[in-house]
């Protein structure tokens, strides 16, 4: 059996989860390299009329986790792309229940089938910095070998930790395939539509009351940009992916231009169902942990393994603010006529005054 | 008579002149009234007011604009020095006249571990703490507190915490903050110290293992002992109601002379005299390997522990009235 170099590009690339936003644009772009044969794309669902453009290269195969187990090996595939994990749970493809099924449940499925693919040499899997949990005594700035306190409320997050888990045994398995794992800070471009960014785009913010949660987000862009490295090159281990630097909750709504609603923290989780079921908003209780505790990690293992830095979180969130300016209430451009004329006024009634007074 | 009446009627002493007043100097900390000179000219009134006009709008608008920096920890720079410390100077200069000595001792750049002792009820030294070197250092150095988990889980005081620059009291973090050159305060008493009784002041309590010590060994950051003579006397703590604290899940709940019986104006600190020491720093530079080892851990937490209780037996003699001038 002729095997390639180590160190050269995979050749057939197997892609989960092309039938969402980030799945079918890796795909897309492993498919326009052309180092890379072959890119297959598996997703149990048909991706929808705006992804299918992208899709021109790649090969689709609709099949669900279990069946995609066959494929894998059948298709000789040299590297998996993990990326069908789901964030919020979606009412209109059977709600949690199907989002456990298919993040769990699918990744154990995937991760059995890339076990036993004879020329796998490697396992890229998506994560989350969802990963760390929250709690008080958590520390201000989580590194790739922070342990969570305590396991996590949020769906999303036990679900990150059971795959991290899978990946984790994998690697004790097959020691020979290189196994990355990015976790991604939540991710945030001009057109990215998220649970997080349809929050940000609303004219009234609700937030916490008391606390000041500090942020972190990705560009869209930059996490492709990991993702294609990670496929392409090779980059063994855990990396957090997220842009430098903080902004703290408060901060984001008002560079936003838009007007937080501070809500008490004890009623949070009541007002966040009762906004799910009259279809306002999607904010789970992994959402309310961020907003409660926030989110930092160290990038620096990502930065020296990938020699690649991110844009900012300040960056990357202006980015969003010019994709939805529409929104915005307190612009800087309009506080800062404000300001210019509240100054004038004052000046003005000063000198009058001064004046009758000379 | 008039004065220059009164003049022309002393032969020989017509042309006597009182001798011109030295330089203002600064008298516990407090700086003094303000002199007329007659030589540099006063600027103009309006001026001044619209100065100050335009930089409380700007700081507006940068605040409703969300145009300010915050660092990975949620320190806010500008809304500290903006708002925080100048509403504690108030308590600092005049409510505590507060003398700090022995500022030569902190270094001008790079890291350091400022180790306090704790006391007062309400942890307000820790803040004058910081008041102290960012007013009295050359450098105008921020000091970066390390608090307890409680701090953090209450909302409000989390939110304040972190923007002032505070941050759970943890290795990681303290690692973290040293290695990047920053000045950290840590009162390794916790509560017990903040929370002893009145009759106990100025007896530094129990260090707990020391974990300070081995994050300043492993960075390799200098340890700067600190002697704070004056938080004892803010909140005299009588009786600590321990049911009660623990029914409302605080460490403990202070009886003071004035709390809880004059309610809110029971949170009033007494205007006690405030000493603030360095002490010269401990180099651990060379103990980086030793990190690890909990002898030499311990062992150097009482070296700090004991020139702590030294030198604040030494700040006592100096100030016999806790509330003298």
Known sequence: MVTSHPAAPPRVVVVTGVSRFLGARVAARLAADERVERVVGLDPLEPPPTLAGLLGGVELVRADARAASAAIAELGAEAVVHLAVTGAPDPQHGGRAAMKEQNVIGTMQLIAAAQAAPRLRKLVVRSSTAAYGASFRDPAVFTEDTEPRAVPRGAFARDILDIEGYVRGFRRRRPEVIATVLRFAPLISSTADTSLTRYFAQPLVPTVWGRDARLQFVHVDDALEVLHRSVVADHPGTFNVAGAGVLTLSQAVRRAGRIALPLLEGTLSATAAVARHAGVGQIGLDQLDLFVHGRVVDTTRLVREFGFAPRTTAEAFQDFITGHANGSSLTADRLAAAERAILDGIRKVRASVGGEHA | MSQEEYRSAMPGHAEFQLPAEGPPRRVNGVPPVPHATGSAPRRDAVDVWDERIAGGLAFLRRRLAGAYEVDDFGFDSDLTDSVFYPMLRVLYRDWFRTEVHGI??????????????????????????????????????????????????????????????????????????????????????????????????????????????????????????????????????????????????????????????????????????????????????????????????????????????????????????????
């Open chain 2, 104 to 325: 030569e001792h902190v270094p001008d750049s790079g890291g350091g571990l400022m180790v306090g002792n704790h006391s007062g009820t309400l942890a307000l030294d820790a803040v004058m703490l910081s008041v102290a070197l960012r007013d009295r250092h050359p450098r105008e150095r921020f000091l970066r507190l390390l608090g307890a988990d409680l701090v953090f889980r209450v909302p409000v005081l989390s939110e304040l915490a972190r923007k002032a620059g505070a941050t759970v009291a943890c290795n990681p973090d303290a690692e973290r903050l040293m290695s990047s050159g920053e000045l950290v305060g840590v009162f390794p008493e916790g509560f017990k110290g903040i929370g002893k009784k009145y009759a106990d002041r100025y007896k530094l309590q129990r260090f707990g293992r020391g974990g300070f010590v081995s994050a300043a060994l492993r960075t390799g950051t200098p340890i700067i002992p600190v002697a704070i003579v004056g938080a004892e006397e803010i909140y005299p703590m009588l009786a600590d109601l321990k049911p009660l604290a623990r029914l409302l899940g605080m460490p403990y709940f202070p009886v003071t002379p004035t709390f809880p019986w004059l309610g809110p104006l029971g949170l009033v600190p007494l205007p006690s005299k405030w000493l603030i020491q360095f002490c010269p720093p401990i180099p651990t530079g060379h103990l980086t390997e030793f990190a690890d080892d909990p002898m030499v851990v311990y062992n150097l937490a009482d070296q700090v522990r004991e020139t702590i209780q030294t030198t604040l037996y030494a700040l006592l003699e100096k100030r016999p009235d806790p509330f003298g001038p």
